[in-house]
């Protein structure tokens, strides 16, 4: 009899340790499918030590925007606080399958004069485990399922903040170079006249005005060096980096394709069917769903039965079985399971205002990168050309004497501010092409095609 009972003992305790293998494995494949990243959980310092190692050789060749998104994955702070609500709920989930512990109580009766000392002994286990466990775990499961979901969703917006990091220092670098060369530009014309005012060829006004034009032009430069140190500031955190590590190059350009989208309802589609927030609103209803059918079952929520040993004064011996419950007679847990109920409805309500604001979000992203796309290729075929040709033209009647100087100058000014839009509408233009990517619930879209404006 005690061995069966040892026996009965094992088997509702032997799986009580918490273990988080499985979780992770599609956590992790969830991150290689959609990054391309294997992500890292840095749960000692050896671990901590690896990331950092791998880290270091990432940055120490110049990182492209692939590597940035990878130096993020392995060293985010935020990311990996995420990581740790796996092991909260796979916690939750294996104390949800849990038996309560048994009661035993045990009286002693001593007499005041002659006689024997009488015991009363009993034990019990709460039965209602039997039928409440198998419910509780499934709210659990549908609880560790939202926890991996929401690490899912900080693994994408983690990605995107780092792709935007980078790109906007990556524009701010190349408006930076644009400027380098039309200030080295203005500074030659500046020279140039004044060896051409020697023999009266340039007049005061002249050598006034491309003077002005120049310091200017160095007040934009020393303007955007300060947005760039920003900018690396902010790049630093999206990588997990310190302020300190800022030695590092960013290596290539962006790209200048325009790129060829899926038709929007095919969008909408993927991302009512794969982003991670949709997914926990589901979960959340059958979560609420879960919770109500637990919340009825607790109508009779202590059920004891065991047994009872009596021993009296006299040495008489009994032996029996007992049980034990509380009444439903005043409280029947009517309101938890209107409660219940209630939050069903809210979930439910819930679920679809989400989905209402994902078709919103991806038909506007939709359409402002479609129109960036647009301006960016009237920019590029047709306004930088133009403009080029007013500087060359400039440049050929100033140099033949037959046009003023402030003609030349206003000619630069222009194209300096039509490059300087076209590499605002470029950073614009991938900033809102990872948040297309992000609001259908992918960082690498691999329906998106890239290919040359015609």
């Known amino acids: 009899m005690r061995c069966f009972i040892f026996t009965i003992i094992l088997f509702l305790t032997g799986c009580a ?24 959980w840095q749960q000692s310092e050896e671990d901590a030590k690896a ?61 005041f004069g002659a006689g024997s000392t009488g015991i009363e002994a009993s034990g019990s286990l709460n039965i209602a485990d039997f039928w409440q466990i198998p419910i509780r775990k499934k709210v659990a499961a549908a609880r560790l399922e939202s926890a991996m979901l929401r690490v899912s969703e900080e693994i994408l917006n983690t990605a995107a903040e780092a792709k935007r990091a980078y790109i906007n220092y990556s524009a701010l670098s190349s408006i930076r170079d644009e400027l380098m060369r039309t200030k080295d530009h203005m500074e030659e014309w500046k020279d140039h006249l004044i060896y051409r005012k020697q023999f009266g060829y340039a007049s005061e ?29 902010r790049l630093n955190r999206a990588l997990g980096l310190s302020f300190e590590q800022s030695d ?76 034990s419950l509380h009444l439903p007679i005043f409280d029947q847990n009517q309101a938890q399971i209107a409660k219940a109920e209630y939050k069903l409805r809210q979930s439910e309500k819930k679920l679809n205002a989400k989905i209402g604001k994902v078709k919103e979000e991806v038909s506007v992203a939709f359409e402002r990168l479609r129109q960036l796309g647009k301006k960016m290729n009237i920019i590029k075929t047709q306004i930088l050309p133009a403009r080029d040709a007013a500087i060359k033209y400039a440049e050929k009647y100033f140099n033949a004497m037959q046009i003023n100087m402030l003609y030349l100058l206003e000619a630069q000014q222009n194209l300096l501010e039509t490059n300087r839009d076209y590499l605002n509408t470029l950073k614009e233009y991938h900033e809102q092409a990872i948040e297309l990517e992000r609001l259908t619930g992918r960082v690498v879209a691999k329906e998106f095609k890239n290919q040359a404006t015609n």
Do not use: C
Request: charged share 25%; hydrophobic share 40%; net charge negative.
């Open 17 to 40: 340790s918490v273990q988080i293998q499985e979780e992770w494995a599609k956590v992790n494949h969830y991150s290689v499918e959609q990054t391309g990243v294997k992500i890292k």
């Open 51 to 111: 990331s950092n190692e791998e880290v270091r050789r990432l940055l120490d060749s110049g990182i492209t925007m692939e590597e940035a998104v990878k130096v993020a994955l392995l060293n985010n702070q935020n990311l990996q606080a995420a990581f740790e609500e796996i092991g909260i709920a796979k916690a939750d989930l294996v104390q949800a399958g849990l038996f309560s512990n048994p009661n035993l109580s045990a009286l002693f009766r001593f007499p």
């Open 205 to 233: 006004l002249d050598i006034y005005m491309a003077t002005a034009s120049v310091i200017e032009t160095e007040l934009e430069f020393a303007k955007i060096e300060s947005e760039l140190l920003i900018s690396r500031y």
């Open 248 to 323: 590092y190059e960013l290596v290539g350009d962006l790209p200048q394709e325009i790129i060829q989208l899926p038709e929007l309802e095919q969008l909408i589609s993927y991302a009512l069917v794969n982003r991670p927030d949709i997914q926990i609103a589901r979960k959340h209803v059958e979560d609420s769903k879960s919770a109500l059918a637990l919340e009825r079952s607790r109508i009779f929520s202590n059920v004891e039965i065991g047994v009872g040993y009596e021993r009296d004064t006299d040495r008489d011996e009994s032996i029996g079985p007992e049980i």
